[in-house]
């Protein structure tokens, strides 16, 4: 009976370090591919922003801020900002957004002449 125990602390510990080593990859894999997409311009305009609160038990302190834009196309691009930009970043404004991948670079907003 001893020896079963034994047997079935054994895999449930291989699952947690196979599961734990998934986890790993997974996010080096999302990193590598977000850095590695060229960087991007298009027309836009800043149509919404909202904050979340994270779970506490996450290590993510503070809240997180989005803005979403609209582009030319049509296509919505809600990308995660920082909490400078997302206190002054203005609703209905165009401006040239920067991004890469699903990263905020920047947005200059049109000057008014």
Same mark, same amino acid.
């Given at each position: 009976?001893?020896?079963?125990?034994?047997?079935?602390a054994m895999i449930v510990?291989? *699952?947690?370090?196979?599961?734990?080593? +998934?986890?790993? *990859?997974?996010?080096?894999?999302?990193?590598?591919?977000?850095?590695? +997409?060229?960087?991007?311009?298009?027309?836009?305009?800043? %149509?919404?922003?909202?904050?979340?609160?994270?779970?506490?038990?996450?290590?993510?302190?503070?809240?997180?801020?989005? +803005?979403?834009?609209?582009?030319?196309?049509?296509?919505?691009?809600?990308?995660? %900002?920082?909490?400078?930009?997302?206190?002054?970043?203005?609703?209905? *404004?165009?401006?040239?957004?920067?991004?890469?991948?699903?990263?905020?670079?920047?947005?200059?907003?049109?000057?008014?002449?």
């Amino acid at each position: 009976m001893g020896s079963f125990f034994s047997f079935l602390a054994m895999i449930v510990f291989f *699952v947690i370090l196979i599961a734990f080593i +998934v986890t790993i *990859v997974r996010s080096g894999t999302e990193t590598y591919h977000r850095s590695t +997409v060229p960087p991007a311009n298009a027309q836009a305009r800043a %149509v919404s922003k909202r904050t979340e609160t994270p779970p506490e038990h996450t290590k993510i302190k503070g809240d997180l801020h989005y +803005v979403t834009f609209t582009l030319d196309d049509g296509q919505q691009l809600e990308l995660t %900002v920082s909490p400078n930009e997302y206190e002054t970043m203005e609703f209905d *404004v165009e401006g040239e957004l920067y991004y890469q991948g699903t990263r905020f670079l920047s947005f200059e907003p049109k000057k008014i002449l």
